[in-house]
Structures are given as structure tokens and as C-alpha cells.
């Protein structure tokens, strides 16, 4: 795929089936992940592969989490199914490092572009993926299971794999309604 069509092209799926990328697939997506954008060349990322068994070992992060906050019946029910809904989920995190001319926000930025990257590195390579958050990325339990410490933020869980259904057309944006001149 070319590089601008991917580009202007893009969509999500949440449709993922098996197979998930694996070998040097995989690693090509953790490798433009780590080609995001680093002001101060600070590596501000961690990714966290879960499959199989790592799926059931995140809903029983945000399960917990759940049940801390005495979440009603429905919404634990929905978590324990939540990380199925693909053969894999990369949990995205900023690791912020105190940096004089960096705040925190550059790099949630970076984690940001890196999951963009790593979402473009799976549909260049026939896999799809899709980026989901939630309010339990920002909880202190989860935190605690992925080991966050200070300002560290989970940007998102990039669910991956081969698309279940074909993408959706590519909205029409008028390039005039986002875009001015000084
Ligand atoms: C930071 C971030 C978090 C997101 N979280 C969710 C989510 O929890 N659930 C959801 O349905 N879409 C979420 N999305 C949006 C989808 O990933 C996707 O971008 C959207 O459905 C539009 O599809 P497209 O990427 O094909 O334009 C999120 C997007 C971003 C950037």
C-alpha cells in the first residue's frame, strides 16, 4: 500500500478476528510505534501485548477496577467480555519523564502518535486495528497493574487484527471547514 493512499485512506475496523499479527509483523508495528514523533528523545512509551491468556488477564484488570467502584452488574459483565472483542490488545502507555522543557502533555502526544503509527503499520500490513480508552484507563487500579507511576497515562488499547468485514467508505470532510490561513 502506498504511503498516501494509507494515509488518506485509513479507517477503523472493530470487526478483528484471528489472526492477529505475529513475527515480523508484529514487530515491524512495535517498530513504527517507536518512530513516533520524541521531543527530547525521552521514549516515552511502553506497549503491553496481550492474547490469549493476557486477554483474560486484562479484564481482570479492569474487572477489578470495576468492582473498586462497586460498578453495577452490567458493567462487569461488559468488562469480562470487553478485551475478546479482538485476537489482541496493546495497552498504550506514556511513561513521563520529568524533563525541563518537555511537559507531560508532549508526551501523552507522542504515546498518542505512536498508536496511531502502530494502528498504520498493522493496515499497511492487512491487519486492522482499532483505538478504544475509557474511563479505566484512568483509574488507579489500573494504573497499579501496569505498573504507572506519577504523571504515566494509559493512551489507549489499540485492539488489533484481520478485518472482519470491509472498511467503511472514507467520510467526505471539506478541507476548507478545518483549515485557515494567517
Ligand atoms: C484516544 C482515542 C480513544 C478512542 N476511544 C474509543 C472508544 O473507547 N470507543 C470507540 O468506539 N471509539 C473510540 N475511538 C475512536 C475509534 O478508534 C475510531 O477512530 C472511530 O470509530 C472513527 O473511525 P475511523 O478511525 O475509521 O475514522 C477513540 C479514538 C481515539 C483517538
Redesign the pocket.
Known sequence: MQALDLLLER??IANLVEPAPEGKALENIIKAGLRAPDHGNLTPWRFVIAQGEGLRKLADILVHAAEVNQSPDAVIEKLKKAPFRAPMVITVIAKVKEHEKVPALEQYLSA?CAAQAMQMAAVAQSFQG?????EWMFHQEVHQAFGLEGEDQI??FLYLGTPGCSAMKVPERNIGDYVSYL
Do not use: A, D, I
Not at 482499532?130 to 475509557?134: A, I, L, Q, V, Y
Open positions: 479507517r477503523s498518542g482499532f483505538w478504544r480508552s475509557g493512551v489507549g
